[in-house]
């Protein structure tokens, strides 16, 4: 079955650094997403991609957030400075169509 | 703005009890409602579409009904592998390609043996 994989599991990074986590969607996808849910909260949209460029983005989705597509199958996410606050599970999501996504099984970013 | 409420929070039950879960939502036009499982530490996983008032999607031990302002996801006889949290979600029609999907805080499920 196919399925969207993240990578790393679980990333911990000091404050202020730069973190990249990475997704490969399923394949023949053409939409593709990032959500974050902080512990015990619910699951937040940041931003949605589609034929190359930001469709929507959230309010949450500020400078220090970043996309790219670098390779036709992986898609990327950048937070350029973490902060305590960034702390979250961040999940990627891809689907073939305006319908529902498939996410992956999320990345634990830890900041310290 | 798009808002979803789930309830309750958590529910306990026996094994073979049934109950029902409740998704109220308020969206500037429904393209899709969506019912989505998820096991501590893992991504949401994908039960249910529901498109418009009167539908109905049926899966094992799982029943997704949906109307104008709200949404049930009936759970018979649950087994204790039904234990997660049941999430809710709407995709609003009309705005930008890709339409995001925003979720309500969930209901956690534990049905004991």
């Known amino acids: 079955e196919p399925e969207v994989t993240q990578t790393p599991s679980h990333q911990v990074t000091q404050m202020g650094q730069e973190v990249i986590l990475r997704c490969v969607p399923i394949?023949?996808?053409?939409?593709f997403y990032w959500y974050r849910q902080i512990l015990g909260q619910k699951v937040e949209f940041l931003v949605s991609f589609y034929n190359n460029e930001i469709s929507e983005k959230s309010e949450i989705f500020d400078d220090q957030f970043s996309v790219e597509r670098p390779d036709g199958s992986n898609f990327t996410l950048k937070i350029r400075s973490t902060k305590l606050e960034d702390s979250a599970m961040y999940f990627c999501?891809?689907?073939?169509?305006?319908?529902?996504?498939?996410f992956g099984q999320g990345t634990r970013l830890t900041v310290v | 703005e798009d808002q979803v409420t789930q309830s309750p929070e958590a529910l306990r039950l026996q094994e073979g009890e049934s109950s029902s879960l409740n998704c109220s939502y308020t969206?500037?036009?429904?393209?899709?409602l969506f019912w989505y499982r998820q096991d501590p530490g893992k991504g949401p996983e994908f039960l249910f579409t529901?498109?418009?008032a009167g539908e109905e999607k049926e899966k094992e031990r799982l029943k997704a009904t949906l109307t104008k302002k709200e949404s049930f996801l009936h759970i018979t006889a649950p087994k204790p592998e039904d234990s997660a949290t049941y999430l809710c979600?709407?995709?609003?029609?009309?705005?930008?390609?890709?339409?995001?999907?925003?979720f309500g805080g969930g209901t956690r499920v534990l049905v004991k043996p």
């Open positions: 999501a891809s689907s073939g169509s305006l319908s529902f996504a498939f």
């Open positions: 394949s023949n996808h053409l939409y």
């Open positions: 979600a709407v995709q609003a029609r009309g705005s930008a390609a890709g339409n995001k999907l925003t």
């Open positions: 529901l498109y418009s």
């Open positions: 969206v500037s036009g429904l393209r899709g």
